[in-house]
């Protein structure tokens, strides 16, 4: 979420605060090294060529004060086409203080960033991790002689800990029984390594959290206990690790937050009691310390955040000792909250960038002008004032009108289920039914029009903001109502705080129109209440804000599924206990939390398709509220596609898998959307890995694959309130907020194009995330510039054929669910 533009391009960073190693000319200065700007001579050019391994030159900025800096763009000189220098690579050096300069290298440890390819396109670089900086400097690299030119932006955010560097004891090895090594030390730490870490920032401040199992990562391609820092009890002294932490002033200190891990079957525990210490300026530590006595929990063993009231100390540094509560003690993160201390005069803040102005005052001042000036800004204020009135007063009959259009469809719900009619989503009081021309302008308040290059922060703020889905269902994968949870008035993407990945009875994946709503009636849930007892626990497969979803064994399910349905791995004939897996309410979980996991219990119970995850029981005579699913044993088609190879299988070589499979299983996810799209369902998440693999390639679809952290990349974070999988979304889902199943449609020929590439690769892998978001606005202008997914190697022609017109810009041209299933089948009688 941190990822905004920090004043290069929009000039808020002033020319002083642009400096350079050299220039060219006045015309090619440091003050003209903006990011997509075309003054002077078009960008920054150094006075001679840049010659390899020679480092020297470099355009730095001046923030003024600490930054947290996500995200870096450049650009060579173009000119109008009169200039064809760029930087093919560079580095980036920073500094907190200005006097000591830090090279800037990624998680594996690379110093060079690839740069452009050409004078004009802008090529943004995430940094991972980020930075933490007030000084950064852009420095050219050439594999040969070369005259470079650069445009810089830097994206990000003020960082508003404070915190300029942290001291601790350097992290440490855990061997595991069988001989891993799990290596617990701050890879990314900027300061001196020794048998201690000083004067430096690393990855307890990176933005990252550690996962509950320490040996697994966020990252790809690192050691196992990346994520953590982390100690042993034995090799400290006093029974303590201490951490000292230095700030950029005098601060009012209201609480600390430290993100633990708790896995306390391997001997790792958050810490037991910490003692803090306070030290303004260069003075002794105050002899009064902060004490706080944790209460353990031997139960959850998932990783937490402990906050620690700091009672409003004042101070510049900060010594705290964290006493340990078993062999073990790891951090991933580590904030502050604070506010400046306002009658602080021994330290001055940083100087934060101000617009110059100029005043003479032996200039007179001309009564007329200023009379007619006064005039003008009365009058102007008038007219606002009018233009709120009437804004305000349409805002309130649209209010009104919705109301009564809700009540309408209250009055209707005895509609037959199988209306053919799409689902009607709701979104700032604008129907998802609106006509073409509703669509347009909406469009052009949300995604401007001009052909011209569009920050990113500049789409995410206004982006349509959307509601997660039911993301813990582990491998049950329920299908759920969206508007059956939704309270009347609210708006369909009324905004929520996401504790997490991971949410039970969270805002729902599936919609339901209000035609379906005759579900909820009162009638008796079709499944029985099954015996707690017979239920064996054997993993937790999910953990939301509200509940946790388990693998369990039972016996006797055969008698709780009917004889219309053949369940997964059950054979009716044997006594032997069967996998399923258990989504469990937490007995504190508020009233609308209770409500939510009921609706969806009454609707799964309707829901009956050889392709569709189905509900088999449920307990809910009694707390924790359960309900019982299927489990496929394959896991998730995403993870089981991407072990295969494709081809003839060789004998004891790797599981392979043939076009003809390939094709039984987009067909078969084709029939259970069919059945959805009968019942007005729209699922909003389809993906390989939101469908779960049987059998004999027995496929069904459900919608678990947001809690697991594995797929945290296919999803979009907009201001830290919501995820999109902006991928797999067609452009009006992505710009209007409008779901429908012609965007489940869209979604399914992104799923098809998963499937003939065995999962090997993240559809439009080539673009970032904001370039997604920026081609989405190619398909809604239509003007051949749209980037479509390239044809599978296994795929042939037919198949790829309705791929594209899954991705076509009108919905009305999309084919039906019904068309797509007959298609498959077809090319399967073909054969």
């Known amino acids: 979420v941190c990822r905004y533009p920090l004043g290069m391009s929009g000039g808020h960073i002033p020319d ?100 452009n390819t050409n004078p004009y396109d802008i090529v943004l670089k995430d940094l991972e991790p980020p930075l933490i900086a007030r000084f950064v400097r852009f420095i050219p690299v050439t594999d040969h002689s070369m005259n470079v030119c650069l445009r810089v932006e830097l994206y990000g955010c003020v960082w508003l800990d404070g915190l300029v560097s942290y001291n601790a004891p350097a992290g440490q090895q855990l061997v595991l029984p069988g001989g891993t090594v799990i290596y617990l030390n701050d890879s990314v730490y900027d300061g001196a390594f020794g048998y201690s870490m000083t004067e430096g920032l690393g990855q307890l401040t990176d933005g990252v959290s550690g996962l509950d199992d320490f040996t697994q990562t966020h990252e790809y391609h690192v050691w196992p206990g990346y994520d953590y820092v982390g100690w042993r009890n034995e090799s400290t002294a006093g029974g303590y690790v201490e951490i000292t932490f230095e700030f950029d002033r005098i601060r009012n200190f209201t609480a600390m937050k430290v993100h633990c891990n708790n896995m306390f079957a391997k001997g790792v525990k958050i810490f037991k009691e910490v003692q803090c210490y306070f030290r303004a300026d260069a003075s002794e530590w105050e002899p009064s310390a902060v004490s706080s006595v944790l209460v353990l929990d031997d139960v959850n063993p998932s990783a937490r955040f402990v906050t620690v009231p700091l009672l409003h100390r004042m101070a510049s540094a900060i010594k705290c000792q964290y006493y340990f509560a078993d062999a073990w003690m790891m951090f991933s993160e580590i904030t502050f909250q604070s506010d400046a201390a306002m009658y602080n005069n021994s330290v001055a803040p940083p100087e934060v960038p101000v617009v110059p102005t100029t005043y003479d005052p032996t ?51 005895t509609v037959s289920l199988s209306l053919p009619s799409e689902s009607s989503m709701f979104n700032h009081n604008r129907s998802s039914s609106s006509s073409e021309q509703e669509s347009s302008s909406t469009y052009d308040r949300i995604f401007p029009l001009g052909p011209d290059y569009q920050e990113p922060s500049r789409l995410i703020r206004k982006l349509p903001e959307f509601t997660p889905g039911d993301e813990d ?345 019904q068309d797509i299933h007959r298609l498959l089948q077809e090319s399967a009688n073909e054969e």
């Open 363 to 413: 200039l007179k001042v001309d009564d007329s002008n200023t009379r007619i000036l006064i005039g003008c800004l009365v009058a102007i204020i008038f007219i606002l004032v009018a233009i709120i009135v009437i804004i305000l007063w349409r805002q309130f009959w649209q209010k009104m009108l919705e109301k009564a259009s809700r009540r309408m469809l209250d009055d209707e719900m």
């Open 473 to 817: 269902t582990g491998c049950s994968g329920a299908v759920k109502p969206s508007q059956a949870s939704v309270p009347e008035g609210v708006p369909h993407y009324a905004e929520a705080d996401i504790v997490n990945l991971q949410g039970v009875t969270g805002g729902n994946t599936y919609s339901v129109p209000a035609l379906t709503m005759d579900l909820l009636s009162g009638k008796d849930v079709a499944v029985e209440e099954f015996p707690r007892k017979l239920l064996t626990f054997k993993e937790k497969l999910g953990e939301g804000q509200f509940g946790e979803v388990h693998l369990c064994e039972v016996e006797g399910m055969e008698k709780f599924t009917g004889k219309d349905f053949a369940l997964e791995g059950l054979d009716a004939s044997s006594k032997s206990p069967v996998l399923v897996a258990v989504k469990m309410l937490r007995a504190d979980a508020n009233k609308n939390a209770r409500n939510d996991f009921l609706k969806e219990i009454k609707i799964m119970s309707r829901l009956k398709d050889p392709n569709i995850i189905r509900l088999l029981a449920v307990c809910i005579t009694d707390d924790p509220l359960c309900m019982i699913t299927e489990y496929m044993e394959n896991g998730d088609l995403n993870q089981f596609l991407s072990r295969q190879q494709a081809g003839s299988p060789p004998a004891g070589h790797t599981p392979t898998v043939s076009y003809g499979d390939l094709r039984f299983m987009a067909t078969q996810i084709a029939s259970g959307m069919k059945y959805l799209s009968s019942l007005n369902f729209v699922h909003r998440d389809l993906a390989t890995r939101n469908c779960l693999v049987g059998k004999q390639y027995t496929i069904k679809i459900a919608d678990f694959g947001m809690s697991r952290n594995l797929y945290s990349g296919d999803y979009y974070r907009i201001q830290g309130r919501a995820v999109l999988p902006i991928r797999w979304m067609s452009w009006e889902s992505i710009l209007l907020g409008k779901f429908t199943t012609a965007s489940d449609v869209w979604a399914f020929g992104v799923t098809l194009w998963e499937t003939f590439t065995l999962c090997r690769e993240q559809p439009y892998s080539q673009l970032s995330d904001e370039q997604v978001i920026e081609n989405t606005g190619e398909f809604f202008r239509d003007q051949g510039r749209q980037t479509y997914l390239p044809q599978p190697a296994l795929c042939p022609d037919s198949v790829y054929k309705l791929m594209l017109s899954c991705w076509r810009r009108d919905t009305k041209d999309r084919p039906s669910f």
């Open 16 to 115: 002083e605060d642009i400096s350079a190693s050299s220039q060219w000319s006045e015309s090619t200065a440091a003050k003209y090294g903006r990011l997509d700007s075309e003054d002077g001579d078009g960008a920054w050019c150094p006075e001679i060529p840049v010659e390899p391994d020679d480092l020297k030159e470099f355009l730095q900025i001046d923030l003024r004060a600490l930054h947290f800096i996500t995200l870096v763009g450049t650009q060579g000189r173009h000119a109008g086409g009169h200039g064809n220098e760029f930087a093919p690579m560079y580095k980036i050096n920073y500094s907190r203080d200005g006097t000591r300069w830090i090279s800037w290298r990624n998680r594996h440890g690379k110093q060079v960033l690839d740069g």
